[in-house]
């Protein structure tokens, strides 16, 4: 089954606990992204990925690093997490080809305290 | 820069009521239009897209029209169900690149 996977769905941490989210596909997707969704404010992209070793900084990078060295996985790390940062998480990813959809995770639902 | 704008919720209908969502859009070129639907607990996954000026996307009885003239993209569905209660995203992407979404319109359906 295609399918983007993200781990873990719900977490609570506290704050400047580094923690790292990952985020698997098997769709054989270049393009793999990461948003945040906050209420009001809709999906936010903090980063993306257009291949291999290939990142850029979305609308809202700030406090977050990604890492892309298999095509297939595209892990969130927050350093030293801060309140601000609690959300709800979206992994996504896409080929270049085809009808431009994007295919989504479950989403990571992290609390800091 | 691009932007979506979509109308404020929560939208609260009885079932088999008329459903509008309204949504416009600001872009500099040509974008593709979309509508991502996010029901309780899951991620949001593609309800139905158009890529054109007058292109009508359909899906599971919704309907949205790319009117380039007052760019918009409203999403529609003539008679909604309890099931249809999610949360609706409007989204455009210009130059095959970056999606930009709305802030999304919460639908509630009573039966």
């Known amino acids: 089954e295609a399918q983007v996977t993200q781990n873990p769905r719900y977490l609570i941490t506290v704050t400047g606990k580094k923690l790292t989210v990952t985020c698997s596909q098997n769709m054989n997707h270049e393009y793999m992204s990461w948003y945040r969704q906050d209420p009001g404010l809709g999906l936010r992209q903090i980063y993306y990925s257009m291949n291999v070793e290939v990142t850029d900084k979305g609308d809202v990078p700030e406090g977050y690093k990604v890492s892309r060295k298999e095509k297939r996985n595209f892990p969130l790390i927050l350093e030293s997490p801060s309140p601000n940062q609690t959300s709800l998480y979206f992994c996504?990813?896409?080929?270049?080809?085809?009808?431009?959809?994007?295919?989504f995770g479950e989403g990571s639902r992290l609390t800091v305290l | 820069g691009d932007s979506v704008t979509q109308m404020e919720g929560p939208v609260t209908l009885s079932e088999e009521a008329f459903l509008t969502i309204n949504c416009t859009y600001t872009?500099?070129?040509?974008?593709?239009l979309f509508w991502y639907v996010q029901y309780p607990g899951e991620g949001l996954q593609l309800l139905l897209k158009a890529t054109k000026a007058d292109d009508k996307g359909s899906n599971k009885g919704f309907e949205a029209t790319y009117r380039k003239e007052t760019t918009s993209f409203h999403l529609e569905k003539g008679s909604v169900q309890v099931s249809d209660s999610a949360v609706y995203f409007c989204a455009l992407m210009e130059y095959g690149n970056k999606l930009v979404f709305g802030a999304g319109t919460i639908l509630r359906v009573k039966s």
């Open positions: 872009a500099t070129g040509y974008p593709s």
């Open positions: 996504a990813s896409r080929s270049f080809g085809g009808t431009g959809e994007l295919f």
